[in-house]
Nanobody, 123 residues
Framework: QVQLVESGGGLVQPGESLKLSCAVSGFRSDFYAIGWFRQVPGKEREDYSM??????????YYFSSVKGRFITTRDNAKGTVYLQMNSLRPEDTAIYYCGAVSESSYCYGVEYWGNGTLVTVSA
């Protein structure tokens, strides 16, 4: 059974850091591109990822608004993908979802989703 489970969300102040985890089961995480997507409260989930780590070679990509602040990594042994979020801003407040695409270099056409973890950035 394929499953993605996010964790690590919480309440932080502007400028602080947070690290999210996406634990996968039922498939090898390195065979999938895994991206982090977000849904701002009151809006639809965005259909483009904030970050993406490609299948196989682990190339990483970032949306412009988080580039230089967010870093995504993958621990194949643990079957977990991480999102290190630094210099957080109030506009980063959202539910963060991880999504997986098989054998892809890009995080389009997500096949499997997690249930999300809430990140709140507020003073």
């Amino acid at each position: 059974q394929v499953q993605l489970v996010e964790s690590g969300g919480g309440l932080v102040q502007p400028g602080e850091s947070l690290k999210l985890s996406c634990a996968v089961s039922g498939f090898r995480s390195d065979f999938y591109a895994i991206g982090w997507f977000r849904q701002v409260p009151g809006k639809e989930r965005e259909d483009y990822s904030m970050s993406c780590i490609a299948a196989r070679d682990g190339s990483t990509y970032y949306f412009s608004s988080v580039k230089g602040r967010f870093i995504t990594t993958r621990d194949n042994a643990k079957g977990t993908v991480y999102l290190q979020m630094n210099s957080l801003r109030p506009e980063d407040t959202a539910i963060y979802y991880c999504g997986a695409v098989s054998e892809s270099s890009y995080c389009y056409g997500v096949e499997y989703w997690g249930n999300g973890t809430l990140v709140t950035v507020s003073a």
